[in-house]
């Protein structure tokens, strides 16, 4: 798969454009798509579309750690929750996962930082995200202050319950009797 870039048919090839004209035709239209890409598969930083067009993918992990395609901890990570159970949707019952405690490494959008009245967020180092991470791996307990006061804020804040009782305060203070 190190073949590339490798350009069989000019993107977007025939079975692409068939694809993205059924896309058109029928996909809610909840996702924007930059440009007519449609990926058959992909390793590390190279994907490959359905007309065998292979190209480095520039935009791989957008909004997340991009660990490239297929990395093996990756793949092994995803295989052993779907040997658990696989299910999107934490409104249905609980697990583990949804309720887990989080560390945060990016960049705190001031909105968030206004509500919370602090940072919550570890300031990303853009020269060396990876040895970032790895050092906050080998550090964790280092940062189980913030986390504890995050998943605090959250509480706080964000719960449904927390949420509903706010409501109806709201509604009470103006006149309104649930």
């Keep these: 798969m190190r073949d590339y870039p490798k350009i069989v048919v000019p993107p977007p090839g025939p079975k692409a454009k068939a694809i993205v004209e059924r896309d058109e035709a029928w996909a809610a239209r909840a996702?924007?798509?930059e440009y007519p890409l449609v990926i058959a598969g992909g390793r590390g930083p190279m994907v490959e579309d359905v007309d065998g067009n292979r190209f480095l993918d520039f935009m791989a992990g957008i909004a997340v750690s991009s660990t490239g395609?297929?990395?093996p901890t990756?793949?092994?990570a995803v295989q052993d929750a779907a040997g658990r159970f696989l299910h999107i949707c934490g409104s249905d019952f609980y697990?583990?996962?949804m309720?887990?405690?989080?560390l945060i490494v990016g960049q705190c959008p001031a909105e968030l930082r206004d509500v919370l009245g602090y940072d919550p967020v570890i300031a990303a180092d853009p020269s060396d995200p990876a040895g970032q991470i790895r050092h906050i791996l080998a550090h964790v307990d280092d940062y189980q202050s913030v986390v504890d006061r995050n998943h605090a804020a959250v509480l706080e804040?964000?719960?449904w319950d927390v949420r509903t009782r706010q409501l109806l305060a709201e509604l009470?203070?103006?006149g309104y009797r649930p």
């Design 172 to 174: 009470e203070a103006r």
């Design 31 to 33: 996702y924007i798509k």
């Design 69 to 71: 395609y297929n990395h």
């Design 157 to 159: 804040r964000g719960t």
């Design 74 to 76: 990756v793949v092994k």
């Design 95 to 97: 697990f583990e996962s």
């Design 99 to 102: 309720a887990a405690k989080c």
